[in-house]
């Protein structure tokens, strides 16, 4: 697959499309991939602290943005591009006698509760009829069913817990807005901070253009039975 943008043909011309976590080195190249598309009327981007100001820790900031964003046009795309592994004195598990309560709580606070409380407030707002996404990044790591090393214990966990938060919000969804889709995308291994300490040799590194072109592409062919899934950054289907 090629670096190229992505038309993102099947969603309608116009409208708002959103990246948060803009200053990451994904959502930095989503944002310009997006931009380059041409496809919509505005692309804004969230940090945080900026103009567009969303800190996933506090609800009211998301609340904020979202009311903020919809006042510009149709919400017709949401890439949710946040995530941790490492940081903040953390490292991702080896064993069970690294479990530390407080690297948890960091992990799902930001790996599953700031992007579920992101789908409370932009999915009621995306539009009854047309295509619309909200896809949010989580990791391979996070499947259940492909767990055959073990370790990195709060991530995967934060990450599954992501998983069933999509899959339950796309069926709430569906009754409202059945052309609109929430979906869990696994961007593959990207040579950003987030991952590249881990990246093995011989693995399989994707530059973040080379990313964003990939998760715009994937974007692009899902359609509304999709919805509630989770996909790599071909556009397979992970198992849960």
């Not at 981007?45 to 969303?54: K, M, N, V």
């Not at 992007?115 to 539009?127: E, F, Q, S």
């Not at 609109?180 to 995308?185: G, I, Y």
């Not at 692009?220 to 790599?232: A, C, H, N, V």
């Amino acid at each position: 697959m090629s670096d190229s943008t992505s038309a993102l043909d099947s969603i309608p011309r116009g409208g708002i499309a959103l990246v948060i976590g803009a200053s990451g080195g994904i959502g930095a190249a989503v944002e310009t991939a997006l931009a380059d598309s041409g496809r919509f009327a505005q692309v804004l981007g969230t940090r945080r602290s900026g103009p567009l100001r969303l800190d996933l820790t506090d609800e009211a900031s998301i609340a904020s943005a979202m009311a903020e964003v919809c006042t510009r046009g149709d919400l017709r795309l949401v890439i949710d591009a946040t995530g941790v592994l490492h940081g903040d004195g953390f490292t991702p598990e080896k064993s069970l006698r690294e479990l530390d309560a407080a690297h948890l709580a960091h992990a799902y606070a930001i790996n599953a509760i700031g992007p579920a409380l992101l789908m409370k407030h932009v999915l009621p707002r995306l539009p009854r009829s047309g295509k619309s996404v909200f896809a949010t990044l989580s990791a391979r790591v996070g499947s259940i069913g492909d767990n055959r090393l073990g370790g990195w214990y709060a991530y995967r966990a934060s990450k599954a817990a992501l998983n069933q938060l999509v899959r339950t919000a796309a069926i709430e969804l569906r009754r409202r807005a059945p052309d609109a889709l929430c979906v869990a995308l696994h961007p593959g291994t990207v040579d950003t901070g987030l991952s590249s300490p881990f990246a093995k040799t011989g693995l399989d590194v994707h530059a973040p253009r080379e990313a964003a072109a990939h998760l715009l592409d994937v974007i692009d062919r899902i359609e509304p039975r999709d919805s509630g899934g989770f996909f790599d950054w071909r556009g397979d289907p992970i198992a849960w």
